[in-house]
């Protein structure tokens, strides 16, 4: 997510985070050279940032030991964010807005207020980009729409960008019409620290990246339609948790996907002899994306309740990904979406089965699930029962 306005942004500087985490958007900062201020309001985030290890080794090996927020561009801020907003007068060139949710974390939804997304306008440079993580599970799919509407109304300029993934999207503010400029773009991605780090996140090529574009201001507002706007007078999603469930989780996704567009039109400075090659890419890698999309609505819809429902699915899922890869078979991100299915599948195959009191077939399926994709949440979930017979126990009654 951070990678996206650091990139299309013309010259960062200075970015605003809100929100620390475990750290990862300010190591994507600083593989772009910029300053960086944190506001976090809890303190023990801070303390217990250096504890996690294992995505900061290699970091820590070319710098000397020293963590993220040990660098010397990093300025750590125990403060509330929607209060910094309000009380400072410097400006960033970018701003993001971390891993809130708006339903589930307490007093959160006032970062989704038409009110702070203006605020925000005040301290952007003039070419600078708001940009704020949203999640499409754990709320209702009136409630995903009052998001966006709210959005669409305190930014001038406004889009969505989301592609291969059904547990978030990410909104972009600007000042200005959105530009794409595709050779800095190009550039810029090119550059060590950076391309080093878009691996990590199974970003090798520009088409990756221009791919996740997913929705303009315009049809943004068309589809949200009239409705209530989160504001700090009226803040409803604050009082709606827990109205949400898996329809709205799919009916979330679902209006993304199927509102798509295509991001050319917003692709400048494309030099002449490439025009056509541009085009060609970013249509085959649009078109094989919606194979993808549609492969993993499929893939999640957990409103087929009986397992012959669920493995028509299935196998249509898997159809679409067979699809998406003869189509584009330089996405390396789709032969892992599509055993990280199978991985769910098999998993899912494996628990009717034990439930009809059939072990040994439940067992093949759970070898099938860890095989398919032995790194997933769903294999990895296979492996452990297969190895634990305390496990295997416990799930029988899941």
Not at 78 to 90: F, M, S
Not at 153 to 179: A, I, N, R
Request: proline content about 6%; charged content about 25%; some cysteine.
């Amino acid at each position: 997510v951070m990678h996206v306005p650091l990139l299309l942004h013309p010259q960062p500087e200075r970015v605003l985070i809100i929100g620390l985490g475990i750290g990862l958007s300010v190591q994507a900062c600083l593989a772009h050279d910029v300053h960086v201020d944190v506001l976090e309001l809890c303190p023990s985030v801070v303390r217990v940032n250096d504890a996690f290890v294992d995505g900061f080794k290699e970091y820590r090996r070319r710098h000397g030991g020293r963590g993220v927020l040990s660098d010397p561009r990093v300025k750590v801020r125990i403060d509330d964010g929607r209060n910094y907003v309000l009380g400072t007068n410097r400006k960033y060139d970018v701003i993001h807005v971390g891993g809130f949710h708006p339903v589930m974390t307490s007093n959160a939804a006032g970062f989704y207020t038409v009110e702070f997304y203006r605020d925000c306008q005040r301290l952007l440079t003039p070419d600078g980009i708001f940009t704020q993580w949203l999640p499409a599970h754990g709320m209702s799919t009136e409630d995903f729409k009052t998001i966006l509407r709210s959005f669409a109304e305190g930014f001038p300029f406004t889009s969505v960008w989301h592609k291969q993934s059904y547990d978030f999207c990410m909104l972009m503010g600007t000042l200005k019409p959105l530009k794409i400029d595709f050779q800095a773009l190009e550039r810029r991605m090119r550059r060590p620290a950076v391309a080093e780090h878009l691996k990590r996140c199974n970003v090798y090529q520009v088409w990756d990246l221009l791919d996740s574009f997913c929705i303009s201001g315009d049809t943004l507002k068309r589809i949200v339609g009239p409705g209530p706007l989160q504001t700090e007078r009226h803040p409803y999603i604050e009082y709606h948790k827990f109205r949400g469930g898996p329809a709205d989780d799919l009916r979330n996704v679902g209006l993304l996907v199927a509102n798509r567009e295509r991001v050319r039109p917003y692709v400048v400075n494309v030099p002449e002899e490439r025009r056509a090659e541009v085009d060609a890419e970013l249509e085959k890698w649009f078109l094989a994306t919606q194979y993808v999309l549609q492969a993993q609505y499929l893939a999640s819809d957990n409103r087929t309740l009986t397992p012959v429902l669920h493995m028509q699915e299935a196998r249509t899922a898997d159809a679409l990904y067979e699809k998406a890869m003869e189509l584009n078979p330089e996405d390396r991100n789709t032969p892992f979406l599509r055993a990280r299915s199978r991985a769910k599948f098999e998993l899912y195959l494996a628990h009717v089965y034990f439930n009809a009191g059939e072990a040994a077939q439940a067992i093949e399926h759970l070898r099938r699930s860890a095989a398919a994709a032995p790194n997933s949440i769903w294999g990895a979930r296979a492996k452990f029962i297969l190895e634990s017979p305390e496990e295997r126990l416990n799930y029988l009654k899941v």
